[in-house]
C-alpha cells in the first residue's frame, strides 16, 4: 500500500509538472516555436546506420595536385603510407574502379554541383559584383526558389546514381564552403524571393496576431549601426535585423536538410552534408545548434571553436565529422592526425598540394605514415562508436548572442563594416567562448556545448551538469532563463562573465535589467549606455578595427582600448557593478564575473604562471565540486597546455592525453598547432579512484590497477590507454 500511494504522489506530481510545462509553451510562443517547430526536426541520424557507412577513421586525400596518378603507383603510395580513404568529384567515376580495387572508402563532393549553395567566383567581373552587392537587402544572387531547388535536385540524383553500387561509397557533401552569402562576409539578402514564408515564420515565433509590422520590410546593418552609440541598454531594439538573421538560418538549415533527404531516398545507406565548414556566425547560415540537426555527415575549419561545438551537437558521436589538413610541418601533422582523433573527428580531408616532387612522394610522408596507419588501423576502430565523457561542465551557446556579438562588435568598423571577415579571429563571442574552452582545459577539466534549443526541449537537458557557463550570452529568452533558473535553485551552478541576458532573443533591450539578474543578485540599469562598459566608446572590449592586424593578443586587447583591469589582468565589463560575485539562489550559486576571460588568450601565451591567473574564474568551479577523474602529476611549463580528453565504449573508457596549443586557421581551412612542444618527457597521471585492467593501447603493454601510472609522452603524439572502473 506504501509503495501504491508513493507512486500516485509520484505520477501527480509528474502531471502537474506536464501540466505546468503546457500551460507555459501555450502562452509562451517562442518556447513553443523551440520545441514543436520543424525548424528543429532532425534528419536521420541513427547511430548504427552511420557507424555501417563510415566505420572507423579516414584519411581522404582530396586530388589537387595528385601527380602521382591513380596507377599501380598511386595504390603503391596510398598502401605504404596509409592514406586509407579517395574522393570522388560530381559523379566523375573515372577512378571508382581503382578506388574499388585498392578498397578504398571514398566520400563525392559537389554532389550537388557548385554555383548555388556556394558562391563566389574567379573572374574579376563576379567577384565584383558579389562584394559590391553583398552587403545589400535583395535577394540572394542565385535565390533558393523552385527552379534552383530542381537544378540541385538534377544534380544531387545523376551524381549520385553513378557511384551508388559502389558498396566503399561513405559519404555524399552536397558543396564545399557553403553559405548563404559567401563564406561568413556581411550579407543581409533575402534567400527566397517571396515574403509570405517569412510572415509565415514570423507569426510562428512571435505568435499569430502579434508579428511586429516589419513584415514587408528587410533592412541592413546600417539601419542598427548608427544608433548604437545613443542606445542605452533599455534602448537597444535590434530585433528587425536579428529577426532577418534568424530566418535566414532556419530556411537555410531546413533546406539544406531538405536536400539530404532528398538524397536519402535514392540512396538510404549513405550519410550526405557538406564540407568547408566555417566558424559559428551571425552570418553565412552557420548556426550549428541548427545544421547539426539537418546534415549527417560535415568536415568543418578548426576555427572560432566549431570543432568542440560541433562534436558537443553530434547524437552519440555517430555522424562522421572530419576536418581539413594542411601539412605544414612533420611534428604538426603528427600532432594534427593524433589531436583531432582525440576530439572525436573521424579523419581528415588532406590537401595535396606540394605531396610530391614530381611524380615521387616527399620524405615527410614517411615520418607521419606510422601515425596514420596506428590510428587507421587500432586507435580509430577502438574508438567508433564511443560517448564522450564531461565533467559536468556546460558551455552555453546562445546563437541570438553571436548575433548580438556580431553586432556590438562591428560599430568600430564604422562604413567599412562590409568588409569585417575574420570573425573567428576577432570577434568577441568567439574569443570568450575559446577562452572559456581552453580555461577549462588548462585546468584539467572537460566540458560539452549545450545548446539553446536543447535547453528548452529536453526538460532533462541540465541534469547531467553541476556547472552551466554563460559566455558572452547577451541574450536570454523568457523560456531559457526559466530553464536556468530552476537549475540553480535546484543546486546548480550558473557562470556567466558579463551582461548576461541582457537583451531578449530577438535583441531588444530588457527594460527591467537582466533577464537573470534576481538570480544574481544584481541590477543591470536600463540606462547603461556604452561608456559605462569595457571601454569610453565602445559597447565590446576591443577595438576590432583599429587593431584588426593585430600580431598578438596582447596587442588587439590593449592598444587602443581604455579597460578597467582586475588585479588577476582581465578587462572589467559593467564599471558599476561589483566583480567576481558569488550569490546563493535556492540550493544553487549563480556567479557573475563581471569580467571578460579573453585576457586569457595573452597570458597563456606567457606560460603555466601566467596563465594560473585564470583561477579567478577556475575556482567556482572548485566550489561547485567539479573534479578531474585524471591529473597529471607532473606541474611544469612542459605540460602546460596539456588536455585529457575520455570516452566510454561499452564497460572500457578510452582516454588520450595530448597537448592544445595554439590553432590557426582561416575560412578557407587550416588548423595547425603554433608554438608547439615536441620532447620526449616521463609523465604520471593520478586517478582520483582506482582504476582496473588499465592498458596503454598503442604498445599494448597492461598496465595493471591502480591509481597512479607513469609513461613516456613525446608531446606532439598522443597517449592513450584504456581501463575498466
Not at 582523433?341 to 611524380?359: E, L, P, S, Y
Not at 556545448?449 to 551538469?465: G, P, R, T
Not at 523560456?479 to 557562470?495: D, L, M, W, Y
Not at 535556492?586 to 576571460?597: R, T
Request: aromatic share 12%; proline share 4%.
Amino acid at each position: 500500500m506504501l509503495k501504491t500511494t508513493r507512486f500516485l504522489s509520484l505520477l501527480c506530481c509528474l502531471l502537474a509538472c506536464v501540466s505546468g510545462v503546457n500551460a507555459i509553451t501555450a502562452s509562451d510562443p517562442y518556447e513553443n516555436y523551440l520545441r514543436t517547430s520543424k525548424d528543429f526536426q532532425r534528419v536521420k541520424q541513427d547511430k548504427n546506420w552511420a557507424l555501417k557507412a563510415w566505420p572507423s577513421w579516414l584519411y581522404i586525400p582530396w586530388y589537387y595536385q595528385w601527380t602521382i596518378g591513380h596507377n599501380k603507383a598511386g595504390a603503391d603510395f596510398c598502401r605504404k603510407f596509409s592514406y586509407n580513404g579517395a574522393f570522388i568529384n560530381r559523379g566523375d567515376t573515372k577512378n571508382l574502379p581503382w578506388i574499388e580495387a585498392n578498397q578504398l572508402r571514398f566520400y563525392m563532393d559537389h554532389t550537388a554541383g557548385k554555383g548555388i549553395l556556394y558562391l563566389y567566383n574567379k573572374k574579376p567581373q563576379d567577384t565584383a559584383r558579389l562584394k559590391k552587392e553583398l552587403p545589400g537587402k535583395g535577394v540572394r544572387l542565385v535565390p533558393l526558389n523552385e527552379t534552383n531547388t530542381k537544378k540541385l535536385e538534377i544534380h544531387i540524383r545523376q551524381n549520385i546514381e553513378a557511384v551508388m553500387q559502389s558498396p566503399l561509397r561513405s559519404a555524399y557533401a552536397l558543396d564545399d564552403e557553403i553559405s548563404t552569402g559567401s563564406f561568413v562576409r556581411p550579407c543581409n539578402w533575402r534567400l527566397i524571393e517571396d515574403f509570405a514564408p517569412y510572415h509565415t515564420w514570423l507569426d510562428e515565433i512571435y505568435g499569430q496576431g502579434n508579428a511586429p509590422d516589419y513584415r514587408e520590410q528587410w533592412i541592413t546593418y546600417n539601419d542598427v549601426r548608427k544608433k548604437l552609440p545613443e542606445w542605452s541598454l533599455g534602448e537597444f531594439d535590434c530585433s528587425q535585423l536579428m529577426d532577418q538573421w534568424t530566418f535566414n538560418d532556419a530556411y537555410w538549415a531546413n533546406y539544406l536538410g531538405h536536400l539530404v533527404e532528398y538524397a536519402n531516398s535514392i540512396d538510404p545507406s549513405t550519410p550526405c552534408g557538406f564540407v568547408g565548414g566555417q566558424a559559428p556566425n551571425a552570418m553565412g547560415g552557420y548556426d550549428y545548434a541548427r545544421l547539426m540537426r539537418k546534415v549527417q555527415f560535415i568536415e568543418a575549419y578548426n576555427i572560432g571553436g566549431s570543432q568542440a561545438v560541433i562534436r558537443s551537437f553530434n547524437p552519440h558521436n555517430a555522424l562522421p565529422t572530419v576536418t581539413t589538413h594542411f601539412h605544414k610541418s612533420v611534428a604538426d601533422t603528427i600532432w594534427q592526425s593524433w589531436y583531432y582523433t582525440a576530439q572525436g573527428n573521424r579523419g581528415h580531408i588532406g590537401w595535396v598540394q606540394d605531396w610530391f616532387d614530381g611524380k615521387s612522394p616527399k620524405a615527410w610522408h614517411h615520418a607521419v605514415a606510422p601515425h596514420y596507419r596506428e590510428i587507421g588501423k587500432k586507435i580509430g576502430p577502438l574508438q567508433a562508436g564511443s560517448k564522450w565523457l564531461h565533467d559536468g561542465v556546460a558551455i552555453y551557446y546562445s546563437h541570438p548572442s553571436i548575433q548580438m556579438s556580431w553586432i556590438l562588435d562591428a560599430e568600430a568598423h564604422g562604413s567599412s563594416w562590409p568588409n569585417r571577415n575574420a570573425d573567428h579571429r576577432i570577434g568577441t563571442s568567439h574569443l570568450v567562448r575559446k577562452a572559456w574552452e581552453n580555461m577549462l582545459r588548462d585546468s584539467g577539466f572537460q566540458f560539452t556545448h549545450l545548446s539553446y534549443i536543447d535547453l528548452v526541449q529536453n526538460d532533462q537537458a541540465l541534469d547531467e551538469f553541476k556547472v552551466l557557463i554563460l559566455p558572452a550570452t547577451y541574450c536570454l529568452s523568457d523560456a531559457e532563463s526559466r530553464r536556468i533558473r530552476a537549475f540553480v535553485k535546484q543546486g546548480g551552478t550558473v557562470i556567466a562573465d558579463f551582461l548576461p541576458g541582457v537583451f531578449d532573443q530577438h535583441g531588444r533591450g530588457r527594460a527591467d535589467g537582466g533577464a537573470l539578474d534576481d538570480v544574481f543578485a544584481v541590477q543591470h540599469q536600463s540606462s547603461l549606455k556604452a561608456p559605462g562598459i569595457f571601454s569610453d566608446q565602445l559597447w565590446v572590449e576591443a577595438d576590432q578595427e583599429a587593431n584588426f592586424y593585430f600580431k598578438s593578443y596582447q596587442d588587439l586587447l590593449d592598444k587602443k582600448n581604455n579597460n578597467l583591469r582586475h588585479p588577476a589582468g582581465f578587462a572589467r565589463a559593467v564599471r558599476s557593478l561589483p566583480s567576481d560575485n558569488s550569490h546563493s539562489y535556492g540550493q544553487g550559486k549563480a556567479v557573475l564575473m563581471n569580467l571578460s576571460p579573453q585576457w586569457y588568450h595573452a597570458l597563456r601565451g606567457q606560460g603555466a604562471k601566467a596563465a594560473s591567473s585564470r583561477s579567478v574564474f577556475m575556482k567556482h568551479l572548485d566550489k561547485a565540486g567539479i573534479k578531474s577523474p585524471v591529473r597529471l602529476r607532473n606541474n611544469s611549463e612542459e605540460v602546460f597546455s596539456h588536455e585529457i580528453t575520455y570516452w566510454q565504449k561499452g564497460d572500457r573508457t578510452l582516454l588520450f592525453l595530448i597537448m592544445n596549443p595554439e590553432v590557426t586557421g582561416s575560412s578557407a581551412g587550416g588548423g595547425n598547432s603554433q608554438g608547439l612542444k615536441t620532447k620526449k618527457i616521463t609523465v604520471t597521471l593520478e586517478f582520483q579512484k582506482t582504476v582496473n585492467q588499465v592498458r596503454n593501447e598503442r604498445s599494448g603493454k597492461a598496465l595493471g590497477d591502480g591509481k597512479t601510472f607513469t609513461v613516456d609522452w613525446i608531446t606532439n603524439e598522443a597517449v592513450v590507454l584504456s581501463f575498466s572502473r
